[in-house]
Each structure stands twice: as C-alpha cells, then as structure tokens.
C-alpha cells in the first residue's frame, strides 16, 4: 500500500495552501515536512528532490512532483475531481485560472512592503467585487446547478471555497452582493471531508504573520 502524500513546504499558506485543500477535500491524509531554512532548501536542492530548485514539492506514488499546477492536475484526475470529459476539463481549468490569478493578487499582497499593500489591496477588492466574483455568479446562475461544472464537486468548487474564505478575512462585505456564491461557500463547506478540514486542529493554514513572512523571506530570499 502506498504511503500518504508528503507536502515540502515552509509552515504557511503560500502556493502550497491550495494543494492541501484539494487533498483534504478528496480525504487522503497527507504528511508535512517543513522547510525551516535556507539550508533545508539547499538541502534539497542537493539531493536532486526540486526539478527546478523550489518548492512547494509533494512526493506522492513514487514521484516527487514540482510545480503548483502540475501537481493540483495530478490529485484532482487521481481522486476524481477533474471533470468526466474534456468539454468539462477546459471549463474547469478556464474557472481554476481565474481563482489562481486571484490568489495570486492576494499573495502578492501578503508578501509586498508595507507602503505598497494599501494601492494593492485597494485593486484586489475593485478586482474581487467587479471582474471576478460576478463571473463566477453568472456561471451558478446560467445553470442553477449546485456545483460549477457537470453538477458535480470539482477541484473547481475545492478552489473556489478557498479563495471565498481568502476575500471574507480581507472584507466581508465583498460577498455580500452574490447570493449563489455565498449559497456555494454553505453548501462545499457543509462536504464531510471540506468541514473537517475548516475545524480547529486541522492542517489547514491561519493568515500569515509578519514573523512567518521574514521567515519566508530568509529561505525564499525575496
């Protein structure tokens, strides 16, 4: 029997946050072995693990797989979550991209000195409330389905939950004006495996703090 995923990543949420919720979200438990340092990375790095020198890094069914996209493809086909055909696939990573540019503005922000995150955050919320939360209200509301594609949970929904719960810590007003969104956000959160992982004590990551982010500083060297 194959062992459970193991997630190399620094303790935060980061590019690796996503692949522990698609992962949570399909039950599989997973172990974690953080990267504390600079020389954990070189470590690493040394030993030929990281194909092009960074992480996030999952070792899973032999392979030790690099690249956030790659490896969200590789546990959405595994576990089933990706759509029953390629109509539904290109729909799915169509509607993954958007929330992936999303969290990366947010990212971005989380990682930006300090006398730029105001003008960022102001451009995330315009962004947020006028271009990509309404896009994703017009598709439930195309088809008055539970679930974005196929009506069927999808690594789409996974992803999308995520970045919800990401726009209510930075306002949660923002969601106030999509009731299909906020109908969705009840509806995924309520999923057995997805509530487990909301609860305290889970592996799910907290906001990063301003100790995390020198910290991350140090290894990533940005």
Not at 11 to 30: H, K, P, T
Not at 75 to 92: F, H, P, Q, S, V
């Amino acid at each position: 029997m194959a062992g459970k995923p193991v997630l190399y990543y620094f303790n935060g949420r980061g590019r690796m946050e996503c692949i522990r919720w698609l992962l949570a979200a399909a039950g599989v438990e997973f172990e974690e072995k953080f990267v504390e340092s600079p020389e954990d990375l070189e470590k690493l790095i040394k030993d030929g693990s990281l194909m092009f020198q960074q992480i996030p890094m999952v070792e899973i069914d032999g392979m030790r797989l690099v690249q956030t996209r790659a490896i969200l493809n590789y546990i959405a086909t595994k576990y089933n979550l990706y759509g029953k055909d390629a109509k539904e696939r290109a729909l799915i990573d169509m509607y993954t991209e958007g929330i992936l540019d999303l969290t990366e503005m947010m990212l971005q922000v989380v990682i930006s000195l300090p006398d730029q995150r105001e003008a960022k955050i102001s451009l995330i919320k315009e962004k947020t409330k006028n271009r990509y939360l309404p896009a994703y209200e017009k598709v439930l509301k195309s088809h008055g389905q539970d679930y974005l594609v196929g009506n069927r949970l999808t690594r789409v929904d996974i992803h999308l939950l995520e970045v919800l719960l990401y726009v209510e810590e930075l306002d949660s007003s923002l969601l106030a004006p999509f009731p299909l969104l906020k109908a969705l956000k009840s509806r995924i959160s309520s999923l057995p495996n997805v509530k487990k992982f909301l609860q305290p004590g889970s592996q799910r990551k907290p906001p990063i703090t301003a100790k995390q982010i020198e910290e991350a500083r140090k290894i990533f060297k940005f």
